[in-house]
């Protein structure tokens, strides 16, 4: 997967952006606060995703701008696309999107098409965090190689609320418990669902992930990441979901029903599941050094694109956000090892931090604006 161009108006601070990319690497630099990730965000907003820096739509209008546009060409293994996004300001205004010159309702028909892997320096906070930053992680990976993810995920939320909604109600005394169990049926076939779906994709990254953090290592320490599911042990989860799963996945929403009806939300299943790392047998979140946990984030980001490179046989273009000049060389150079074929989007502040970046085009950006350049002395 490559983007042929870009354009961007009116999106932050960008300005009159018309980016003409290197097929494999770009090197964007320049002083802080000039707009190097608003650029890398004007990208990753074609997929479709929440930006990454987790801003609200109505952030990426540009202040004094009345309207933001975006045009993006890429093409994959089978032909060239285009991508529009415009949004205006405004009461009544909205995001409209075109795929092909053809609207779109939302971004899940972008999500399907065009795929990135954003590296930050908020990666560690996948280590750091409280649960919620993984799921979205492994919903976010495993959708992007199982389309029908999304869906599952997207009723499993809806689901949940609902059922929320009606504990609420049975607190005031507007429902009752008996009005739990068509809700918890679906939710129980979808929770299944989703558990097996994410528990195959953990699997898939863990095989990849022990094995980088044991080239990053020298082989002196072992990394094993492992799903955690509210309800189930790792042996019980099959490829997909079986009536017996469904059924203890359900008689376990109307066992907890009167502590949920206390607390007002659905406190088991899918939506508490999590995933651990750990080296030595010792968690990482807790025990491990500020090296180790930026290291495993890493590890973490560049196991996400080989699992899509392996399972799509496509490429997804690779967002590297000011995270290179952090890296030790060996570090630099397994990352460049990974995405070696990979199209690479690269910011700094300092160039000559980047190591051995190879061929590829340089741009400079200031103010909003690129300019191509080369590499300062």
């Known amino acids: 997967m490559r983007v042929l161009s870009l354009k961007a108006e009116g999106f932050r601070n960008l300005d009159g952006i018309e980016l003409l990319p290197h097929p494999e690497r770009n090197l964007i630099y320049g002083n802080n606060a000039q707009g190097k990730t608003n650029l890398l965000e004007a990208i990753w907003t074609?997929?479709?995703?929440?930006?990454?820096?987790?801003?609200?739509?109505?952030?990426?209008?540009?202040?004094?701008?009345?309207?933001?546009?975006?045009?993006?060409?890429?093409?994959?293994?089978?032909?060239?696309?285009?991508?529009?996004?415009?949004?205006?300001?405004?009461?009544?205004?909205?995001?409209?999107?075109?795929?092909?010159h053809v609207p779109l309702k939302g971004g899940g028909g972008l999500f399907s098409q065009f795929q990135c892997v954003i590296?930050?320096?908020?990666?560690?906070?996948?280590?750091?965090?409280?649960?919620?930053?993984?799921?979205?992680?492994m919903d976010l990976c495993g959708s992007q190689i199982t389309p029908a993810?999304?869906?599952?995920?997207?009723?499993?939320?809806?689901?949940?609320?609902?059922?929320?909604?009606?504990?609420?109600?049975?607190?005031?005394?507007?429902?009752?418990?008996?009005?739990?169990?068509?809700?918890?049926?679906?939710?129980?076939?979808?929770?299944s669902l989703l558990t097996c779906l994410r528990y195959a994709y953990i699997k898939k990254l863990a095989a990849v992930c022990e094995q980088l953090y044991g080239t990053i290592t020298d082989g002196k320490e072992k990394l094993s990441v492992k799903y955690r599911s509210n309800l189930f042990r790792n042996s019980e989860i099959p490829e997909k979901p079986t009536?017996?799963?469904?059924e203890y996945y359900f008689a376990q929403l109307q066992k907890s029903a009167d502590d949920d009806i206390r607390l007002g939300f659905t406190a088991k299943g899918a939506g508490r599941d999590d995933?651990?790392?750990?080296?030595?047998?010792?968690?990482?979140?807790?025990?491990?050094?500020?090296?180790q946990q930026k290291s495993t984030a890493l590890v973490l980001k560049l196991a996400q694109a080989a699992v899509f490179y392996e399972q799509k046989d496509e490429t997804p273009v690779i967002l590297l956000d000011d995270v290179m000049g952090e890296l030790d060389a060996q570090r630099q150079r397994l990352v460049y090892d990974i995405v070696g074929d990979m199209q690479i989007f690269l910011t700094t502040p300092q160039p000559e931090a980047v190591g051995h970046f190879g061929e590829g085009a340089v741009f400079c950006m200031e103010n909003g604006r690129l300019t191509d350049t080369k590499v300062p002395e």
Do not use: Y
């Open 243 to 246: 009536q017996e799963m469904q």
């Open 119 to 137: 590296f930050s320096p908020d990666d560690r906070e996948l280590i750091r965090s409280g649960p919620e930053k993984r799921r979205s992680f």
């Open 46 to 100: 074609c997929t479709g995703c929440r930006s990454f820096r987790g801003a609200k739509e109505k952030d990426f209008l540009q202040l004094k701008a009345q309207a933001m546009h975006l045009t993006l060409r890429f093409e994959n293994s089978r032909r060239v696309q285009e991508i529009q996004i415009h949004m205006a300001r405004g009461e009544g205004k909205q995001k409209k999107i075109l795929l092909n």
């Open 275 to 291: 995933f651990s790392c750990r080296i030595g047998g010792l968690s990482v979140r807790e025990f491990g050094s500020q090296g």
């Open 149 to 191: 993810m999304l869906g599952c995920i997207r009723r499993f939320d809806q689901l949940t609320a609902q059922r929320n909604a009606v504990l609420k109600q049975i607190q005031l005394r507007a429902a009752s418990k008996r009005d739990l169990a068509d809700w918890d049926l679906q939710l129980a076939a979808h929770g």
